[in-house]
């Protein structure tokens, strides 16, 4: 049976339009995380701006990235400075975040238009969002370009969480409440964990590894 009379479509990526590639790709990678991401400019104006091209790459070392979709302010201000803030999205921060995605102006800082409190980082040149429920501090350990996008890899050196997420050595997700990037203008709140224990393979009645 083809694909088509499965209820399916086959599509080439690089024959469709870059546009409907975009929301292809977006639209299925879902839901994204949001690196919220704060830096200051050699001139020292502050700047903050959603980035959902994130993951973690490593947890020894503690290594993080985001992608930016060609150079703006954030990827100029890192490649300056060597060091940006990654600040965790609550469900209470989404509008603001959302606001710090505004065309404004390299010079302007859009954590003022956006009504957000900054304060210093505690051991990298950059500010961080004060309301932000974590902050992940870095240092810019590489860029990488890969086709239209920049990807930033960052040493984590510094982490700031609120008591109220963080219990017993685990993330609370039902007191974080993150935000993650759908298509589009849409974003996914988490309001409802599923635990899912690991299966091992006895569980399943097949052959584990050595
Ligand atoms: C939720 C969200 C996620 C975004 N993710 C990205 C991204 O991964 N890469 C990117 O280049 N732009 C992304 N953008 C767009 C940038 O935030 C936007 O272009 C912003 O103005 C860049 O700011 P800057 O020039 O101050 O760095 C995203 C916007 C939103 C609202």
Known sequence: MSEQAQGHLALDPSTLPERERYHLLTGLVVPRPIAWVSTRSAAGVPNVAPHSYHNV??????VVH?????VKDTLANVRATGAFVLN???EALLEAMNATAADLHPEEDEARWAGLALERAATVDAPRVAAAPAH???????ELVIGNGHLVLGDVV???????????GRVDQE????????????YAV???VRHVPR???ADLGGPGRD
């Open 136 to 142: 992940l501090e870095c240092t810019l350990r590489e």
């Open 190 to 192: 988490v309001e409802r």
């Open 57 to 62: 790459v490593s947890t020894d070392p503690p």
């Open 158 to 168: 510094h982490v700031h969480i609120a008591t109220r997420v963080w219990g017993a």
């Open 88 to 90: 965790v999205v609550s």
């Open 66 to 70: 985001f992608t930016s979709s060609g």
């Open 175 to 186: 007191a974080l409440r993150a935000v993650g990037r759908l298509g589009g203008s849409g």
């Open 199 to 201: 299966p091992r393979a």
